[in-house]
């Protein structure tokens, strides 16, 4: 290993870091100003130009509040838990390729930090269902009724739509026959997967919603009946970590369903101008977020038994259902 | 083989060391004022009632004992989709079987009321 190579990893890495950091900030914008729209409000357009500088004000603020560490809580998983939740979704984009390999001064580059591990899939199962582990310690460390319940919840939903959501990966698996993120956009250079697998990428919505607890599965945060959930307990900076995990993960999820159903950063004369795979990237991503906060501005939240009934009784049986209506098909056709 | 991961390992290591630094710059620059009030766990306002760490419903348990059934044969699916090309349909027909199985496990849960709330 070289120091160059070291080099260049290091910086890639901070890239990635700085796309979810940059993205969190601006996210809690965007979906403020377009919540607000959306409920005939104008938004936060004070600080700042169109409320550009919003973020800036509340990460200072954020930053000088006091951090209040209850008499009964667990000091060290307490402090440990906002940085479990935080770290999945600070390296889930690790394996999605921004774009083809350019060249540029006569070098070529490769923009992407381990988009050819061959187990890319694989590995953004596992990191996902990490942040559980985070959210579960943080309920539980806070000695709080309603942050136990919050993370107890939170555990059973999130453990219940990962099986659909790893379900609806099997699809662009099969027909790619590999689960490297870099043979699945290949795959997807004549025909997106979204195309051949609609009820695949439906399911796939459905459960990373649900796995990123956004409404209208926000469940364990639900404010009327939990005070806010796992998180009652943090403020500060703490607070907004588990704020950065929940905005982080919304950012990759939307990474995600753009590389495996979307054709990742493919779009038209990619060959000619490699250089357009990161814009194409970044406007699919765009829509899915705007996709996201739309849902939360038009549907209200589910009741915790509909909730639970939908992903084992509906959602795991479709997905099944899937799996084998795709397999038959690429058996029997040749896909 | 293994090296492939170990861009993902300096990832990990620059992600967590944010983290830390996130949570100590909150320590450095918040102001700190504890008192025995301000340090009981937050129930709307009202003076803490019991204990703050209940016992779980056992229905939880079930959960995820569930999940991990399930979880496993996620797991045999996934290598079998690589290779579904090559292996045809004895493939096909033996992740049919497997399957179906796990399916009647599912309907029985199902019918014992396991995915019940109430």
Redesign the interface.
Known sequence: ?SLAL?IE??L???V??LVILGGFAYLTLFERRVLARMQTRIGPNRAGPWGLLQPVADGVK???????????ADKVLF?LA??IT??PA??LL??IPFGPEVTLFGRSYYLG??S???VG???ILAVSSIAVYGIVIAG?A???????LGG?RS??QM??Y??AL??A??GP??LA???SVDAIIEGQRHLWYVILQPLGFLIFLIAAVAEINRAPFDMPEAEQEL?AGYH??YS???F??FFMAEYGKMIAVSFIAATMFLGGYLGPFIDRWPLLGPIYLFIKVVALLFFIVWLRATFPRFR??QL??FG??IL??LG?LN??VT??I??LVG? | ML??????V???V???G???I??A???L??????N?V???????GMRPY?????R?SVH?YL??V??IL??IE?VF??PW?????EI??VG?IE??VF?GVL?AG?IYA?KTGA????
Do not use: C
Not at chain 1, 142 to 148: D, E, P, Q, T
Not at chain 2, 3 to 8: D, H, K, N, T
Not at chain 2, 81 to 85: C, G, I
């Open positions: 290993m070291l990893w290091s890639k890495s901070v990635i870091i954020l930053i000088f509040n006091e951090e209040l560490i209850p008499a009964q402090l906002p940085v935080v770290v600070l390296i690790a394996v930090l381990a050819n591990v061959n899939v694989l590995y539980w806070s000695g709080n009724k309603y942050a136990l107890v555990t059973a453990v219940s990962e099986l790893a379900l990966f099997v698996i099969m026959g590999s689960m005070v009652a307990e500060g900076m703490k907004a970590l915790y038994d639970m009934a084992w009784k795991l049986p099944l799996v084998v397999g038959v690429i058996v896909g | 090296a492939e991961y170990l861009p993902i300096v990832l990990i620059l992600a967590t944010l983290a830390f996130v949570v710059l909150g320590h620059f918040g102001p700190r004022k504890p025995p301000k340090a009981e766990p937050y129930e709307s019991g204990p703050g760490r209940r779980v939880f959960i995820a569930l999940f399930f979880d996620i699916i996934l989709a690589v290779v579904l090309r045809k349909m096909l992740m049919a399957i399916l599912l199902w995915l019940e709330w109430e």
